[in-house]
């Protein structure tokens, strides 16, 4: 499915604007080109003539290329609306049918060859486009190799020393744990002298006691 595009009632009114300033830019260059070569002598005469000459020719190049994205949207979005799916079929049969539709004033063999170029035509184009987008999806894929990350913690632990760890550890919960009955003491004034607060003891050295401040800045060192 097509999500870069837009939905289908709305899609006719875009191909078909797109197409006609596909025919007026275009029309215009080759048409004052072509006026620009085809007139007499002299710089001003040229440009003159290949501005008159896009002036009476644009305006009909620029119809047939709007007339032409008008049709071919209109039977993408039938072709859409009929199969409920989006893929390069519809666009080739699109293609088909618009060269038909548009040759249908000069004969049943006029409208085979039409349809046969636009089916051939938009065929490269979708084969062409489903190609690039094969060639940019390998070329992405293949140099990218997805290794996986560790926490962050792990190493950090592993700078740590193996005998100081356990002391540490113990030490970091015993401070986290007096942390919190602080904070719940606090919020309830009633409990402070009820609630002890938790200390872990060193073999004969009482520890100091810390603040939130200092807390961050162990938490930082380790």
Excluded at 85 to 97: C, F, K, P, Q, T
Excluded at 136 to 158: C, F, M, S, Y
């Amino acid at each position: 499915m097509e999500y870069n595009r837009q939905p289908c009632p709305i899609r006719i009114v875009e191909d078909c604007g797109c197409a006609f300033m596909m025919g007026t830019i275009g029309g215009s260059l080759f048409e004052f080109l072509k006026g620009f070569r085809n007139a007499p002598s002299g710089l001003q005469r040229r440009v003159y003539g290949g501005i008159d000459l896009v002036k009476m020719r644009t305006p009909c190049i620029a119809g047939s290329f709007a007339v032409w994205g008008a049709t071919f949207s209109t039977v993408d979005c039938a072709l859409v609306h009929y199969r409920q799916r989006e893929d390069a079929w519809n666009s080739i049969l699109s293609g088909a049918a618009t060269g038909g539709i548009l040759a249908a004033r000069n004969g049943i063999r006029a409208m085979a060859n039409s349809a046969l170029v636009g089916c051939l035509v938009l065929a490269m184009i979708e084969g062409a486009g489903a190609a690039v987008a094969t060639i940019n999806a390998a070329d992405k894929g293949a140099g990218i190799v997805i290794k996986p990350q560790r926490a962050q913690w792990e190493a950090i632990l592993e700078s740590i020393d193996p005998k100081r760890a356990s002391s540490t550890q113990d030490f970091t919960l015993a401070e986290f744990e007096r942390v919190l009955d602080q904070c719940r003491a606090s919020r309830e004034p009633n409990l402070l002298q009820d609630i002890p607060v938790k200390s872990h003891e060193r073999e004969s050295k009482q520890k100091p006691f810390y603040s939130l401040l200092d807390l961050a800045k162990l938490s930082q060192m380790f």
